[in-house]
């Protein structure tokens, strides 16, 4: 199951060892690579695929993995892959929906080091950081934070407060995001071309979900797989601001407002009779309103014509196949 890799980022680059103020070593053996085999009839299968992959951190000294949640949502086998070739099965332990972050258990010894968790609060816009990919230092990229704001994710996604980097990795699901103290202070997320979010200073760059995210929830997500307490409502809308109004891009097929008829091409006046500004905007009055499963009031506007509907929301943890013990 060990990935052969074929590519490598140019030495000035990569992380040189005379300029970090830790070992890199440890740091590189702990980020092993995750292979996610899906379902072919998962309710993610259509828009992630049935086979991912991307990258896992060590934060225990059990194994276990910190990651990003789309890589092993829904997932019915996975393989985890160390940098000195171990291949193991893991077990998709938690997935946490509000922060995207995952958590999986390798089901054999690994032999990684754990990479400890530092503090994206303490992290400032300009300071360098490593990128960490599996593969060892040629996987790896010496970049800059170039931003610390909000992200809204056109799938119902808020982050308060993500970080982003420049110049990209091109494998950066999760990744590591390390500070120069050798800390753990993010997980890679995304590629994105936003000139905002780069501070203008690239074209494009990663984003990262900070890792203090998890620290309220890690015992939760360790006992019950998922945060305690009430779910979000969740409408299977995917939303983004276009030229000023609030476009309908999408919906999830067979979601709650697919089946309450809300189409492609539609505007989003108001929720609940609120007036929205953005998807930010649209998202906090959502979740504001209570837990999954109660009734969503929208006005849209569909070919310059009002039009009203009410979608009953639901926990999108329900829509997903649960995982099995290997």
Do not use: C
């Amino acid at each position: 199951m060990a990935e052969s890799f074929q590519w490598a980022f140019p030495g000035n680059l990569q992380p040189k060892d005379e300029e970090l103020d830790f070992d890199l070593g440890p740091v590189l053996d702990a980020v092993v690579l995750l292979r996610a085999e899906i379902p072919d009839d998962a309710f993610t299968a259509s828009i992630l695929g049935t086979e991912r992959n991307g990258y896992g951190v060590v934060i225990r000294e059990d194994g276990l993995l910190l990651t990003i949640g789309y890589l092993i949502t829904e997932a019915s086998s996975i393989w985890v892959t160390t940098n000195r070739g171990t291949v193991v099965a893991g077990y998709p332990l938690a997935y946490d929906q509000v922060t995207g972050l995952g958590l999986v258990l390798p089901l054999g010894r690994l032999g990684a080091p754990q990479l400890k968790r530092g503090s994206a609060a303490r992290a400032a816009a300009g300071d360098d950081v490593v990128v960490v990919g599996h593969g060892g230092r040629g996987h790896s990229l010496m970049a800059n934070i170039v931003a610390k704001r909000e992200f809204t994710g056109y799938w119902e996604y808020l982050l308060d407060e993500a970080l982003f980097t420049a110049p990209p990795h091109p494998q950066w699901a999760g990744a590591a995001l390390v500070d120069g103290d050798g800390l753990l202070i993010g997980i890679g997320s995304l590629l994105v071309q936003d000139r905002e979010s780069l501070a203008g200073q690239a074209d494009q760059g990663n984003m990262f979900v900070p890792v203090d995210l998890l620290e309220p929830i890690l015992e939760d997500l360790l006992k019950f797989g998922r945060p305690a307490g009430p779910a979000r409502p969740w409408l299977g809308l995917y939303v983004g601001d276009v030229q000023g109004r609030l476009m309908v891009s999408g919906v999830a097929e067979h979601g709650p407002a697919d089946g309450a008829g809300v189409r492609a091409g539609d505007v989003v006046l108001e929720l609940g009779g609120e007036r929205v500004a953005g998807a930010a905007d649209l998202f906090r009055k959502l979740w504001q309103r209570g837990p999954a499963g109660i009734e969503v009031p929208l006005t849209l506007a569909r070919n310059g014509d009002p039009v009203q509907v009410v979608v009953r929301s639901v926990d999108r943890n329900d829509l997903h196949k649960k995982p099995r013990l290997q």
